[in-house]
């Protein structure tokens, strides 16, 4: 069909840029940095230049003392928050699957997904950051001033996920139906995946790696939650609705995948 073609190809071509940019923007950075480029005339940056310029990088991204962000203690600490949601995001993405396939046995799996994300979003008001309030000595109204952008926006997330949370519960019991309610997870994942591109970690000696790993990760939750939406809304036609049922059961299979994948890549996450 025509316009079923044309809808999935178009999807296509767009995660294509939205991964291109996410691959970019490290990159990217890194000229920002003053870094020598690859494509520079070989005898156009003298080698003190190229010293002077790794050693500036890498003094500032350096933690100081007494800092946690960056250290052995805030490294550790970061990387068992970031397993820890992982779990349960492939959680959720596998709950996705059951609910997509619609997969009879074990229906109380389908529980997971409101369950998590009240769960994780608890997690993070609480325990996202070793500094913001509550755990931490900052006050409620520091945490929340954006003096710190990561761990405000640790905070949105955490609201966020609470909040949909909430409504995925009312949908599971059969309170709400409406679109509206339906799409806000997706919509979730589109509003965090953007997020995740400026989601910077400061003075942090792996810096270029691990916001390469938050550009991958916004780009599966953009690409993701774009599946969803195009699920929803591709074109219908009445002369070929077979095909139609297919390519909308494929971009919500897509959806699912793009969360367990997510949800990995948390697992797998490293600041060292």
Aim: no cysteine.
């Amino acid at each position: 069909m025509p316009s079923t073609f044309l809808f999935t190809w178009l999807y296509k071509v767009f995660v294509g840029l939205l991964l291109i940019q996410g691959l970019w923007e490290p990159i990217n950075h890194e000229l920002h940095l003053g870094l020598p480029s690859a494509w520079a005339e070989p005898h156009s940056i003298s080698e003190e230049e190229i010293h002077h310029n790794h050693f500036v990088r890498h003094q500032d991204a350096a933690p100081q003392v007494g800092q946690w962000e960056g250290s052995p203690e805030g490294i550790a600490y970061s990387e068992f928050n970031h397993a820890l949601i992982g779990v349960g995001v492939i959680l959720m993405g596998l709950s996705e699957w059951q609910t997509v396939t619609g997969w009879q046995a074990l229906m109380w799996v389908r529980w997971l997904l409101p369950g998590l994300l009240i769960g994780t979003g608890i997690f993070l008001l609480i325990w996202s950051d070793h500094l913001a309030w509550p755990i931490g000595s900052w006050t409620l109204a520091e945490t929340l001033s954006g003096k710190d952008p990561e761990i405000l926006q640790h905070k949105i997330f955490g609201i966020l996920a609470l909040a949909v949370g909430l409504v995925e519960g009312f949908l599971h019991a059969g309170k709400f139906s409406h679109l509206f309610w339906r799409s806000l997870l997706p919509g979730f994942a589109l509003v965090g995946g953007l997020m995740l591109f400026r989601h910077m970690h400061g003075l942090h000696p792996g810096g270029h790696d691990i916001q390469t790993h938050h550009n991958i990760m916004g780009t599966l939750a953009l690409a993701g939650g774009l599946a969803w939406f195009a699920g929803e809304f591709i074109p219908r036609s009445h002369a070929a609705l077979q095909t139609t049922s297919r390519v909308q059961l494929a971009f919500k299979i897509l959806w699912a995948l793009f969360v367990v994948t997510i949800g990995i890549q948390l697992v797998f996450y490293s600041e060292s």
